[in-house]
């Protein structure tokens, strides 16, 4: 389960929810997967192909206490109100959650557990789903379909009903084919039944109007609750089966184009008028410098040397090696190995190399291809540190494999713990830690030491302009050129252009 407001994914089972009767399993999953928090576990739903099935009842579970001042909140009511969604997933689809009319829906990633009223400030528990599964034929094969869409839609409906809710083995029979579907007969009598929850009934779905119209109450997060569910199966040929990812990317249109095309524009504006900016000085200056040094000097100026002015005050001092040229190497390194990752990440995505289908192929994309561009960042760190005329090379190319990784390592670690106290399956095992220290150690930093070896066999690079020996005294300057304002307002530029596409980009990794 996943919430905006806490950041915090925790286990489904941590509530009291139905589970199944054989117990909880974890399936196995990846790296990447464990790194993103995801843990999918088994269900007690049971679904089966091209059956509808009416009001199922579920199981009767205890939710806890009721709200009361003075009183903590039970469990459930506490993860209401930090708006924690549920993640389901059918057949590697996960579950697009519904609100508003089949006329005009408008999707989100998973369900909500519940909701808040308005009206009393309680917390109510959506304990009836409607789970609706469109599919088509294979083309390949006869007798098969694919699942192409995976809806549910949550309601909040209060059953009054007798019965202690134990059900027998005896209650169940199978024809012996597993896709049969099992007659399971109701744990418990509903007293005030639904249209759909009527006994007999065998062609009537829980429909929203069923429910809220004045007749059945919600279901309050508290003391015993029964849970139940529809599964309705729709065939959709229209549906290709290389489209069903597309509701859930963009969710059915929630986040309209238009919003996407403004950010461009906007960027687009901030960086032609940023350009154009700086583009009239330079050629300004220029033409200023280039008329002065071109114009025929009188005698008096051919007396005297003809004073140094513009950009040529600079020519000099330009290509002088910083004062910390080890941190600048690695810190150039490091620049060029991420931007080498992130552009060949984009280029297998776009090819259809990482897909959403492929549940933590993203990050593990990021992490490996990371980890073998370490090469390139020892060679660029190398040879811009030889350029700079460093000696240290031992310790910039172990400070390389080691310094920025190091920090990721420390902040992902502290980050873990946090999530280790909170319960969360954002913590990740002891055993894929080990991995991750494997694959920095192991590989990223033999990695860095070979293009070190390379890096420095190459030569220094030449500049243009030869430095002199003593360099130029800068004088000083007011305090908008400081350095602390200058990198304020060097950060808030860009990040002006791009932060709404980072807001889609970080939501859709998170």
């Known amino acids: 389960m996943t919430s905006m407001k806490t950041l915090m994914p925790v286990e489904y089972y941590r509530l009291p929810f139905c589970k199944p009767v054989d117990g909880v399993k974890l399936e196995n999953e990846n790296l990447g997967e464990f790194l ?12 089966y192909m091209k059956t509808d099935m009416y009001c199922q009842q579920l199981c009767i579970s205890n939710a806890g206490r009721g709200e009361k001042d003075g009183i903590s909140n039970n469990k459930m009511v506490r993860a209401i109100r930090k708006q924690y969604q549920n993640n389901w997933i059918v057949d590697n689809l996960p579950a697009a959650g519904r609100i508003s009319s089949k006329a005009d829906p408008v999707y989100f990633q998973g369900f909500p557990v519940g909701f808040v009223s308005g009206d009393d400030g309680k917390s109510y528990i959506n304990n009836h789903v409607n789970i609706e599964i469109e599919y088509h034929q294979a083309s390949t094969e006869v007798d098969k379909f694919r699942i192409v869409k995976f809806i549910v839609e949550p309601l909040s409906i209060h059953h009054e009903y007798q019965g202690t809710g134990d059900l027998d083995d005896d209650d169940t029979s199978s024809s012996g084919d597993e896709s049969t579907p099992k007659k399971k007969k109701d744990i418990v009598e509903i007293l005030n039944p639904i249209a759909s929850c009527k006994s007999g009934n065998k062609n009537t779905h829980t429909v929203e109007s069923m429910v809220y119209n004045g007749h059945h109450d919600y279901q309050v997060a508290s003391g015993d609750v029964l849970f139940t569910y529809d599964v309705t199966w729709t065939e959709n040929k229209n549906l290709h089966w290389g489209s069903r990812w597309d509701v859930y990317l963009n969710m059915n249109g929630t986040a309209k184009p238009t919003v996407h095309w403004y950010a461009i524009l906007e960027s687009l504006i901030i960086v032609i008028v940023l350009s154009a900016m700086i583009s009239a000085i330079l050629v300004r200056n220029l033409r200023r410098d280039f008329s002065r040094y071109n114009k025929l000097a009188t005698d008096e100026e051919k007396s005297e040397d003809l004073e140094e002015f513009g950009w ?101 670690f502290a980050m873990n713990i946090l999530a280790l106290t909170q319960h969360s399956t954002d913590a990740v095992p002891f055993t894929s830690i080990l991995l991750l220290l494997v694959l920095w150690f192991g590989i990223s930093t033999p990695l860095v030491f070979l293009g070190s070896y390379f890096g420095y066999k190459q030569d220094a ?3 243009p302009v030869n430095t002199s020996n003593i360099p130029r005294q800068i004088p ?9 304002f200058a990198l304020i307002v060097g950060g808030v530029l860009p990040f002006g252009s791009s932060f709404v596409e980072l807001y889609f980009i970080m939501s859709s990794v998170w």
């Open 36 to 47: 993103a928090g995801d843990r999918i576990e088994n269900s007690p739903y049971e679904l």
């Open 312 to 412: 040529k005050l600079l020519h000099a001092d330009v290509f002088r090696p910083p004062a910390y040229p080890m941190m600048i190497a690695i810190a150039t390194g490091t620049g060029v190995q991420i931007s080498c990752m992130t552009l060949i990440t984009v280029i297998f995505s776009a090819v259809g190399f990482i897909h959403p289908s492929n549940r933590g192929a993203l990050l593990m994309a990021i992490l490996l291809l990371y980890v073998l561009m370490g090469s390139v960042n020892g060679y660029i760190t190398a040879r811009l540190y030889k350029t700079f005329k460093g000696k240290a090379w031992q310790r910039a190319t172990t400070t390389t494999a080691l310094a920025f990784p190091g920090i990721c390592f420390a902040v992902f």
């Open 476 to 484: 000083d300057q007011p305090w908008f050129m400081t350095t602390t």
């Open 461 to 463: 690079i030449e500049f």
